[in-house]
C-alpha cells in the first residue's frame, strides 16, 4: 500500500521585514544577509498570530469536509508552542472542527518534531488504512534584536494531510536517522528567544547530512543520480548548500548540475519567508513542487529533516501522476505576494510585544490580521482563539 503525502500547504503572517533594510540599520553589508545567508525577507509575526494560530490558517486552506471527518490524528511538531501541558493539536482539532474521535498530540525535537509526526502518520495508516492524519509543523523562530541569529528568525507554518494513495507523494520505506546529543541551539523554559553556538550549529548540521547520507546508501543501494533533488531543512538558504556541497562531488557533471538546480528553485519560498523551524523542510519541498516545472510523476525526493541538540533523518518519497493538480499554487503565490512591509522600527516594536504572564487580561485586536484564524487575548491564563469563519 503507498502511503504518503496527499496535500500539503502553507500558511504565514501577512507582514515581513526587507533583509537589505535590516542590514542597513545593523550597519552590515546587505550582500552578508542575501548572498552570505541568502535571506531576501523575513516574515514577522503580529501578536495576533502563534504557533497554534499559523498552523489551524495552514491547515484550513487544504481540508474539505470529507478530509475532516477522515482525519483520526493530528501530529503537531513545535519548539514554541503555547502550553506546556495541553498540546497545540488539540485547540487546532477544535478550531478546524475535526471529527471528535481522533487522537491530539504535539511533538517534539527542535525542527525535527514535524518529521516524526510524518513517520509516525505512516504507521498509523499502515494499520488503518481508511484513517488520514493531519501533520502540522509550526513555530515562530526567535534569536533577539541585533543577535547573529536575528537574521535567521521568521514565522510560518506547514500542514500535510497523510493519507493512503496519496496523490502528491508516496513515502518510501527506507530512511536513516541519527541521534547524538549536541548543544548547538536549545531554549531553556525560561526563555522565549533561542541560545545558539552557530558555529557548532552549522558543522553539526553538515556532519549530521554526512553521516546519514552515507548510511543511506549503504542501506538502499541508491546514490544521487537515483535522485531528481534533494531538499533540506532550511534555518537559512545557504545551509542545505553548505552540506550538499561536498556530498556532489560524487556524482557527474550532468547530475551535480541538475541537483544544484533542483536546490536553488527549493529554497525559493525559505528566502522570503525566514527559518519557521519545524516547517521549514516542507516549505522547502513545497518551494520545489510548486516551482520546478520540470518535474515528473515517478521523481525521486529526497529530504533531509535536522532538530539541533540533535536528530536528523534522511527519507524519500516519488511523485504521484497528476501530483501538480493537487498543488495550491496560486494560492501561496497570493499569500506571499499580497504581505505588507514593515519597517525596521516597526519590527523592533512588534519584536518587543509581550503577552501578559502575570494572570492578566488581554483583548488583541484582530482587525488588522486578514488571517481567518486568529489569538484574539488571554483571559482567566487561557488563550482566546478566534475563527472568523464561524
Ligand atoms: N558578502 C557576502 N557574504 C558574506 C559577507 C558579505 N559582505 N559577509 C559575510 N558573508 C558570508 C560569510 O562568509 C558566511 O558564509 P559561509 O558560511 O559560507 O562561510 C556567511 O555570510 C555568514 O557569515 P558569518 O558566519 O560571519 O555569520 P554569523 O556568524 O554572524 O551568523 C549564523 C551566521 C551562525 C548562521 C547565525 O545567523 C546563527 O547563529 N543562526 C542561528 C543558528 C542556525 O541557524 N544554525 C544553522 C544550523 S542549526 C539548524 O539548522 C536548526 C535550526 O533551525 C536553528
Known amino acids: 500500500m503507498k502511503i504518503g503525502i496527499d496535500k500539503i500547504g502553507f500558511y504565514a503572517p501577512h507582514l515581513y521585514l526587507d533583509m537589505t533594510k535590516l542590514a542597513e540599520t545593523r550597519n552590515v553589508d546587505p550582500d552578508k544577509f542575501t548572498i552570505g545567508i541568502g535571506q531576501e525577507k523575513m516574515a514577522v509575526p503580529p501578536m495576533t498570530q502563534d504557533a497554534v494560530t499559523l498552523a489551524a490558517n495552514a491547515a484550513l486552506k487544504i481540508l474539505d469536509e470529507a478530509d475532516k471527518q477522515a482525519i483520526d490524528f493530528v501530529i503537531f511538531g513545535t519548539e514554541t508552542g503555547v502550553d506546556s501541558s495541553k498540546s497545540a493539536a488539540v485547540y487546532v482539532h477544535e478550531l478546524l472542527g475535526l471529527n471528535p474521535y481522533a487522537r491530539a498530540i504535539e511533538v517534539k525535537q527542535a525542527c525535527y518534531g514535524a518529521t516524526a509526526g510524518i513517520q509516525m502518520a505512516k504507521g498509523h495508516i499502515a494499520m488503518n488504512p481508511e484513517s488520514k492524519v493531519?501533520?502540522?509543523?509550526?513555530?515562530?523562530?526567535?534569536?533577539?534584536?541585533?543577535?547573529p541569529g536575528e537574521a535567521t528568525q521568521g514565522a510560518g507554518a506547514a500542514a500535510l494531510l497523510i493519507s493512503a494513495d496519496p496523490h502528491i507523494m508516496a513515502l518510501e520505506d527506507e530512511s536513516v536517522y541519527f541521534t547524538a546529543d549536541v548543544m548547538d541551539f536549545w531554549r531553556p523554559v525560561y526563555s522565549d528567544e533561542a541560545f545558539a553556538d552557530g558555529k557548532l550549529s552549522n558543522e553539526q548540521y553538515i556532519a549530521f547530512f554526512s553521516e546519514i547520507w552515507s548510511r543511506y546508501k549503504e542501506k538502499s543501494g541508491l546514490d544521487l543520480k537515483d535522485f531528481e533533488a534533494i531538499t533540506f531543512h532550511l534555518p537559512y538558504t545557504k545551509m542545505g548548500k553548505k552540506a550538499l556541497k561536498p556530498v556532489l562531488e560524487e556524482a557527474d557533471a550532468n547530475i551535480q548540475e541538475r541537483l544544484k538546480t533542483n536546490y536553488q528553485v527549493s529554497t525559493g519560498y525559505n528566502r522570503i519567508i525566514g527559518n519557521v523551524y519545524t516547517g521549514?523542510?516542507?516549505?522547502?519541498?513545497?518551494?520545489l513542487l510548486e516551482q520546478q516545472n520540470d518535474l515528473e510523476a515517478g521523481s525521486r525526493i529526497g529530504m533531509?529533516?535536522?532538530?539541533?541538540?540533535a536528530v536528523g533523518e534522511f527519507f524519500t518519497g516519488i511523485l504521484q501522476d497528476g501530483f501538480r493538480e493537487h498543488l495550491q499554487v496560486k494560492q501561496h503565490h497570493d499569500m506571499f505576494t499580497s504581505r505588507k512591509e514593515v519597517t525596521v522600527p516597526e519590527y523592533e516594536a512588534i519584536f518587543e510585544e509581550k503577552l501578559p504572564t502575570d494572570g492578566s487580561t488581554i483583548k488583541?485586536?484582530?482587525n488588522n490580521d486578514p488571517a481567518a484564524i486568529c489569538l484574539g487575548g488571554i483571559s482567566d491564563d487561557k488563550r482566546q482563539y478566534v475563527n472568523k469563519l464561524q
Open 134 to 147: 493531519l501533520v502540522l509543523g509550526s513555530d515562530i523562530a526567535r534569536y533577539g534584536l541585533s543577535t
Open 280 to 287: 521549514s523542510l516542507y516549505l522547502s519541498l513545497l518551494s
Open 304 to 309: 533531509f529533516s535536522y532538530g539541533s541538540g
Open 364 to 366: 488583541l485586536d484582530i
